[in-house]
């Protein structure tokens, strides 16, 4: 911008943070002034990372294990995991720096000769990037997807200046590198760069990067291995069909046929149709090797990748495609505008198509935007009161099958019957052939209490009383289910846990209500 002030990105940024401010307080008027995240999921890095701050990998002290989806993630925020807020505050940097990058990019794609044309079509089409990648969603989910965003946009960008300026910059190949460490899909991006660099033969660059992204993820499974566990995490496993059966192609076709009747993965589809038809109808080379490596990237998502989760899992693949597509036809669609010297209907015609594509491909997440307080709502109703419980009053060990907020800042232990915070607890709730596993893992762990969903265990064990169930105040939008029950596993502790109960009920928020069993009245 030749040292002129950034009107579309400053224009970018307030909205963005406006449109957060706005969030945050209506977050904290619904949760009685307490900052929730929207998903329980966070909650597990941190409680994971209270214990990296004293040396041990895993939810409880006294055994390992790997709950976390990325490597890298319960790192970065071990310093600030004491507080929802340090996450935030990172999640936050990642995604004003994301504008940043994607700004750069723009810069980088389009010219358009006069500032304030340019300042309004920048505009438009940085805010609508926004929202059609969730970045304001991805913030409040507390988890590593603002970050993945980011690292994702720093390789596309790394991308573009190889192709106009014939520049390999180090912090590319960087981020090629830590791409995988932040979340494992994103290793369809790196070998998607790793595949471009071969294509410009770049051999040695691209072996060095290949080997160290190889090197550094090996390193975290034989870490994993050393200390007893998968050479995966525990939540890759129990969430991937591919990973659990060895990539067998049953699963594969699963996941095509998944990502086909999916409506996000209908949107990447059209996308990468547009991608091809440059590639199959545009000459130059080094945008076709682009075009190329973007397809190969697309096709590894719609092998091994997966969808929604409060809109969170698919963003990584599509701001990558969002992205190149622009890079590729842009240009031709400002040519329209670039000889403008004033407002035109043109100009807005213009605008208005290439928003409306934002905005389709954006939908869910335009909307998912209207739930976002809700969401944090939901999680302090459920998972909130739950750790209240768990911590205030009970304060011994516990069992559930959703690990994060009740084992976050709780010095008890916490066996989850679900397998992320327990590889055992996994290997025998995925062996068909061990009927009483619950019963005996309660025994071992010598637990009397248990907070489960229902709806995710067929076969609970007959020595276990139900106390009753607590339910939701309002409507359910990210747990799995709007009533958690409560279970004594034996006669011998009901009356105590029934009295306690009895006590936390009273110190529920308005709208949330305990319902106790027949048995309990």
């Known amino acids: 911008m030749n040292g002129k002030i950034n009107y579309p990105l400053l224009v970018s940024i307030v909205f963005l943070l406006c449109l957060m401010l706005t969030i945050i307080i209506n977050i904290l008027v619904l949760n009685d002034g307490l900052f929730v995240f929207t998903l329980d999921?966070?909650?597990?890095?941190?409680?994971?990372?209270?214990?990296?701050?004293?040396?041990?990998?895993g939810i409880n002290v006294n055994e390992f294990s790997a709950p976390s989806s990325s490597?890298?993630?319960?790192?970065?925020?071990?310093?600030?995991?004491?507080?929802?807020?340090?996450?935030?505050?990172?999640?936050?940097?990642?995604?004003?720096?994301?504008?940043?990058?994607?700004?750069k990019i723009l810069n980088l794609t389009v010219y358009i000769k006069y500032d304030y044309i340019r300042s309004i079509f920048f505009s438009i089409i940085?805010?609508?990037?926004?929202?059609?990648?969730?970045?304001?969603?991805?913030?409040?989910?507390?988890?590593?997807?603002?970050?993945?965003?980011?690292?994702?946009?720093?390789?596309?960008?790394?991308?573009?200046?190889?192709?106009?300026?014939?520049?390999?910059?180090?912090?590319?190949?960087?981020?090629?590198?830590?791409?995988?460490?932040?979340?494992?899909?994103?290793?369809?991006?790196?070998?998607?760069?790793?595949?471009?660099?071969?294509?410009?033969?770049?051999?040695n660059i691209a072996n060095i990067t290949l080997l160290l992204t190889v090197l550094f993820i090996g390193s975290f499974s034989v870490f994993l291995i050393s200390l007893g566990l998968d050479a995966f995490p525990s939540s890759?496993?129990?969430?991937?069909?591919?990973?659990?059966?060895?990539?067998?192609?049953?699963?594969?076709?699963?996941?095509?046929?998944?990502?086909?009747?999916?409506?996000?993965?209908?949107?990447l589809f059209i996308g990468a149709l547009s991608i091809l038809s440059y590639l199959c109808w545009f000459k130059d080379i080094k945008k076709k090797k682009l075009a190329l490596v973007a397809l190969i990237a697309v096709l590894l998502h719609f092998i091994a990748g997966r969808y929604g989760w409060y809109n969170r899992y698919e963003i990584y693949i599509l701001a990558f495609e969002i992205t190149v597509n622009i890079y590729l036809f842009l240009p031709l669609i400002a040519k329209e505008i670039s000889k403008l010297n004033r407002l035109d209907?043109?100009?807005?015609?213009?605008?208005?198509?290439?928003?409306g594509i934002f905005m389709a491909v954006g939908a869910p997440y335009i909307y998912g935007l209207s739930t976002i307080h809700i969401a944090s709502n939901n999680i302090y109703e459920q998972q909130y009161q739950m750790h209240r419980f768990a911590v205030d009053f009970y304060n011994k060990?516990?069992?559930?099958?959703?690990?994060?907020?009740?084992s976050y800042n709780?010095?008890?232990?916490?066996?989850?019957?679900?397998?992320?915070?327990?590889?055992?607890?996994?290997?025998?709730?995925?062996?068909?052939?061990?009927?009483?596993?619950?019963?005996?893992?309660?025994?071992?762990?010598?637990?009397?209490?248990?907070?489960i969903y229902d709806e995710w265990f067929n076969?609970?064990?007959?020595?276990?009383?139900?106390?009753?169930?607590?339910?939701?105040?309002?409507?359910?939008?990210?747990?799995?289910?709007?009533?958690?029950?409560?279970?004594?596993?034996?006669?011998?502790?009901?009356?105590?846990?029934?009295?306690?109960?009895?006590?936390?009920?009273?110190?529920?928020?308005?709208?949330?209500?305990?319902?106790f069993s027949e048995m309990s009245n």
């Open 41 to 57: 999921d966070p909650y597990i890095h941190m409680a994971l990372a209270e214990n990296i701050k004293l040396g041990h990998y």
């Open 71 to 103: 490597i890298l993630w319960p790192f970065i925020i071990t310093p600030l995991s004491s507080t929802p807020y340090g996450v935030l505050v990172i999640n936050l940097c990642s995604t004003l720096f994301s504008v940043y990058i994607f700004s």
């Open 126 to 203: 940085i805010i609508s990037f926004i929202l059609a990648t969730n970045m304001v969603g991805l913030v409040f989910t507390g988890m590593e997807h603002s970050l993945q965003l980011l690292i994702v946009l720093l390789i596309i960008y790394g991308l573009l200046i190889e192709i106009e300026k014939n520049e390999v910059k180090f912090w590319w190949l960087a981020a090629i590198v830590v791409a995988p460490l932040i979340r494992y899909e994103c290793m369809a991006i790196s070998l998607a760069a790793i595949i471009y660099l071969v294509m410009c033969r770049r051999f």
């Open 236 to 267: 890759v496993v129990a969430k991937s069909p591919i990973v659990q059966s060895g990539g067998a192609w049953t699963h594969i076709f699963s996941n095509l046929e998944a990502s086909i009747n999916n409506r996000q993965g209908t949107i």
């Open 345 to 355: 209907l043109t100009l807005f015609k213009v605008l208005i198509f290439v928003g």
């Open 397 to 406: 060990p516990i069992a559930v099958n959703d690990l994060g907020y009740v």
């Open 410 to 451: 709780n010095n008890n232990y916490v066996l989850d019957l679900w397998g992320l915070g327990s590889l055992k607890a996994l290997n025998s709730r995925l062996n068909p052939d061990y009927l009483n596993w619950k019963q005996d893992l309660i025994n071992t762990a010598n637990v009397n209490l248990v907070m």
């Open 459 to 515: 076969d609970i064990p007959s020595e276990w009383i139900k106390i009753g169930e607590l339910h939701l105040g309002k409507k359910k939008i990210t747990p799995a289910y709007s009533e958690v029950s409560f279970y004594v596993t034996n006669q011998e502790s009901y009356q105590g846990i029934l009295e306690k109960i009895v006590l936390f009920t009273k110190t529920l928020p308005n709208e949330v209500y305990f319902q």
